[in-house]
Nanobody, 126 residues
Framework: QVQLVESGGGLVQAGGSLRLSCAAS????????MGWFRQAPGKEREFVAG????????VYSDSTKGRFTISRDNAKNTVFLQMNTLKPEDTAVYYC???????????????????WGQGTQVTVSS
C-alpha cells in the first residue's frame, strides 16, 4: 500500500521560511520522480518543484525558482521542500506526489503522477 505523508506546514509571516517533508512508503522510491504541487482556494493544482533520482535533476516553477529548494534522501525515502522568502501568494495546500518508475526527466503535469499525499496547509501572512 502506497503512503505519502507530508509534514511541516504552518503559518508564517511574509519573508519567512518553512521546510516541508514527505515520507514515502510502498513505492520504489529510488526509481521515482518526486514532486511537490500546491492548490490555493478556487485555483487549479499547480506544479511547484520536482526531483528525479538519477543526477539528481530538479525542476522548479517560475514562481518558486530561486526561493524554494527540493531535495531527497533516498536512504530514508523522504523528499523535502525548503521554502524561503515566502510570499502571501504562496499560501496553499501543498501536496507531495510520486511519478513511479521514471528515472530521467521531471514531469510538471499533475495527471502524470501516480500517487498523492493528503496535503499540508501553508499560510503566509502579509
Amino acid at each position: 500500500q502506497v503512503q505519502l505523508v507530508e509534514s511541516g506546514g504552518g503559518l508564517v509571516q511574509a519573508g519567512g521560511s518553512l521546510r516541508l517533508s514527505c515520507a514515502a512508503s510502498g513505492v520504489t522510491f529510488s526509481l521515482s520522480v518526486m514532486g511537490w504541487f500546491r492548490q490555493a482556494p478556487g485555483k487549479e493544482r499547480e506544479f511547484v518543484a520536482g526531483i528525479n533520482w538519477k543526477g539528481p535533476k530538479s525542476v522548479y516553477s517560475d514562481s518558486t525558482k530561486g526561493r524554494f529548494t527540493i531535495s531527497r534522501d533516498n536512504a530514508k525515502n523522504t523528499v523535502f521542500l525548503q521554502m524561503n522568502t515566502l510570499k502571501p501568494e504562496d499560501t496553499a495546500v501543498y501536496y507531495c506526489a510520486v511519478d513511479q518508475f521514471r528515472i530521467t526527466g521531471v514531469r510538471t503535469t499533475a495527471s502524470d503522477y501516480d500517487y498523492w499525499g493528503q496535503g499540508t496547509q501553508v499560510t503566509v501572512s502579509s
